[in-house]
Structure formats: structure tokens, C-alpha cells
């Protein structure tokens, strides 16, 4: 099946540091997401982005598909910024099935 | 947000028992999903359905079963737990165009523990 890998694995910043998370997939793709764990478990849907770029107010987020990649860029990082951010794919012809990256664990530090 | 529940959200059972955990939307989507979370896995699909009574396997689905009677309510049941089905399940839905290009939202989450 498709392997979808994330990097890097941690990540610590300061506050108002930017970072840029990737996700790496090994097969073509019909649905790209990107999510936010925050601490308390809850999975916040950050992108649907299966191509191109788009932005939500600090967060951008990038999908190269012909290159099987995509980075999410947070600046001005905040602490509420920490957690896990997970990709996920679906493979095309793979029905609706939702393939996650292990996630990134950020800590942003005051 | 989009309107999905999990009951109960925090569940500690023994070794042996069975345990229904529920899913419910009132977003009306085709589409219900259940996954687990690990530590070191990221969330792993287990079952599915596309509709009422239609469900079907996903990566993990062994010792789970999956029921959808009405467009609204997904169950899970685990017919005999064990100590390996501890972890947290999150449901999912989706609109369900049915080309792999849907957004899917996650519930809140259920904690179980089997001791």
C-alpha cells in the first residue's frame, strides 16, 4: 500500500519562529488533508489540498502531486500552535480510505 | 464544525467483554468511518460504510464488526476485547462523492482502556 512519511518526527520552537512540516507519499493521490492534534486529542482539519497552494491566516500549505509531496508552513508559530500535525492521503482508485503519515509532534515554547 | 458525537468518551472494560462504542452525525454524509490511534501508528482505518447497511474492511479489522441502520448512527462493537484493543477511536464522516476527493471530520474521540 502506499507509505506516507512525515518530517521531521519533532520539532521544537520558540515563539514566533516559522517552521515548514513535510509529508512525502509514494503513489499517486486523490485527496491530500493535513490536520492539527491538539492537546486534548482533538483533530482539527487544517488543508484538503490534492494540489496547489492555500493559505489560512499563518498556515500555508503546498501540495506538489507530480512530485509526491506536500509542506505545510506555519510562521509566526504561538503556543497554541502545539501538538501533532498529521498527513493523510487517499490513493486514486483507492476508495475513500484515509492513509496517515505517523504525525510531527510540535512544541512551541514561550 | 461538523456534527459528530462518540459515546461514551471514556471507556475502562476487562479482558473477555464485549463493547459498543456509537457514532453519531447530523451532517446527513454517505460516508462513516472508524479508526484507532497508537502510539507510533498514527490513526489505522478499521471499518467503514457507504452507506445504510453498507460497510466494509479496512486496515485493521480484525476482532471489530461495524454496524449502519440508520444514515446517522455507525457502530463498533469489539465482540470479546482484549488487552490489544486498547487505544483511542475516532469516527469519521464524509460528504461520500465517491471519487476519493471528500474532506473527512473527525469526532472527538473514545478513550478505551481493557484491563
Known amino acids: 500500500g502506499i507509505q506516507v512519511e512525515q518530517s521531521p518526527p519533532d520539532l521544537i520552537l520558540q515563539e514566533g519562529a516559522n517552521s515548514t512540516l513535510r509529508c512525502n507519499f509514494s503513489?499517486?493521490?486523490?485527496?491530500l488533508q493535513w490536520f492539527h492534534q491538539n492537546p486534548w486529542g482533538q483533530l482539527i482539519n487544517l488543508f484538503y489540498?490534492?494540489?496547489g497552494t492555500k493559505q489560512n491566516g499563518r498556515l500555508s500549505a503546498t501540495t506538489v502531486a507530480t512530485e509526491r509531496y506536500s509542506l505545510l508552513y506555519i510562521s509566526s508559530s504561538q503556543t497554541t500552535d502545539s501538538g501533532v500535525y498529521f498527513c493523510?492521503?487517499?490513493?486514486?482508485?483507492?476508495?475513500?480510505?484515509?492513509?496517515f503519515g505517523k504525525g510531527m509532534k510540535l512544541t512551541v515554547n514561550p | 464544525d461538523a456534527g459528530i458525537t462518540q459515546s461514551p468518551r471514556h471507556k475502562v472494560t476487562e479482558t473477555g467483554t464485549p463493547v459498543t462504542l456509537r457514532c453519531h452525525q447530523t451532517?446527513?454524509?454517505?460516508?462513516m468511518y472508524w479508526y484507532r490511534q497508537d502510539p507510533g501508528h498514527g490513526l489505522r482505518l478499521i471499518h467503514y460504510?457507504?452507506?445504510?447497511?453498507?460497510?466494509d474492511k479496512g486496515e485493521v479489522s480484525d476482532g471489530y464488526s461495524v454496524s449502519r441502520s440508520k444514515t446517522e448512527d455507525f457502530l463498533l462493537t469489539l465482540e470479546s476485547a482484549t488487552s490489544s484493543q486498547t487505544s483511542v477511536y475516532f469516527c469519521?464522516?464524509?460528504?461520500?462523492?465517491?471519487?476519493?476527493?471528500?474532506?473527512?471530520?473527525f469526532g472527538p474521540g473514545t478513550r478505551l482502556t481493557v484491563l
Open positions: 460504510s457507504y452507506g445504510v447497511k453498507d460497510t
Open positions: 503513489d499517486s493521490v486523490n485527496n
Open positions: 451532517e446527513n454524509h454517505r460516508y
Open positions: 469519521a464522516i464524509s460528504e461520500g462523492l465517491g471519487t476519493g476527493l471528500d474532506e473527512q471530520f
Open positions: 493523510a492521503v487517499v490513493t486514486q482508485g483507492g476508495s475513500e480510505k484515509l492513509v
Open positions: 489540498i490534492p494540489s
